[in-house]
T-cell receptor, first 115, second 115 residues
Framework: ETGVTQSPTHLIKTRGQQVTLRCSSQSGHNTVSWYQQALGQGPQFIFQYYREEENGRGNFPPRFSGLQFPNYSSELNVNALELDDSALYLC??????????????FGPGTRLLVL | AQSVTQLGSHVSVSEGALVLLRCNYSSSVPPYLFWYVQYPNQGLQLLLKYTTGATLVKGINGFEAEFKKSETSFHLTKPSAHMSDAAEYFCAVRSPNFGNEKLTFGTGTRLTIIP
């Protein structure tokens, strides 16, 4: 039990639609990151947020965007969905402190299918 | 840029036998290193991590890993495999620079336990 929850667990969308995925972290977890895991692959870093500001991004287009809220929840938004966006989307958060050496704790993921 | 190579996409061992999952990394600075386990249709669970200090680290479920800087390796071992160890295992690296949360994952190793 990591204390990180995600909703919904599964989602089906059609090409061109928009989707919002949600994540809730524990109190004190000021850093949140999002990852995309395609079938049979390792997770790929999308972006990270610290205290409600994006401060790091992977190789994903601008149609992937996010928000982080003061209550330790966050969102991943994807516009103009493409078939290749079908994947497991993972949220991870890290507790403050430990000089940055703490590990990230992952939620169970949202499985998105784009038809 | 950092990268991770996991040798062997599939590993099978008999119940009670030694488990050895290989991970090599590439990084311009000594990174933080992690092993995560993923059970079917679930998120990632942290097994263990190396940041600083003792190079042999112990994790949950009887797993351990040794950081070998000269070999740029962080192999995962367990003396005696159990049926419940069947899962996908991911090695990951992260920069020690404060504020950089990006985890770079390997492609994973699927561990099968033979009864």
């Amino acid at each position: 039990e990591t204390g990180v929850t995600q909703s919904p667990t599964h989602l089906i969308k059609t090409r061109g639609q928009q989707v919002t995925l949600r994540c809730s972290s524990q109190s004190g977890h000021n850093t949140v990151s999002w990852y995309q895991q395609a079938l049979g692959q390792g997770p790929q870093f999308i972006f990270q947020y610290y205290r409600e500001e994006e401060n790091g991004r992977g190789n994903f287009p601008p149609r992937f965007s996010g928000l982080q809220f003061p209550n330790y929840s966050s969102e991943l938004n994807v516009n103009a969905l493409e078939l290749d966006d079908s994947a497991l989307y993972l949220c991870a958060s890290r507790p403050e402190g430990m000089g940055g050496r703490g590990a990230q704790y992952f939620g169970p993921g949202t499985r998105l299918l784009v038809l | 840029a950092q990268s991770v190579t996991q040798l062997g996409s599939h590993v099978s061992v008999s119940e009670g036998a030694l488990v050895l999952l290989r991970c090599n990394y590439s990084s311009s600075v000594p990174p933080y290193l992690f092993w995560y386990v993923q059970y079917p249709n679930q998120g990632l669970q942290l097994l263990l991590k190396y940041t600083t200090g003792a190079t042999l680290v112990k994790g949950i479920n009887g797993f351990e890993a040794e950081f070998k800087k000269s070999e740029t390796s962080f192999h995962l071992t367990k003396p005696s495999a159990h049926m419940s160890d069947a899962a996908e295992y991911f090695c990951a690296v992260r920069s020690p620079n404060f504020g950089n949360e990006k985890l770079t994952f390997g492609t994973g190793t699927r561990l099968t336990i033979i009864p």
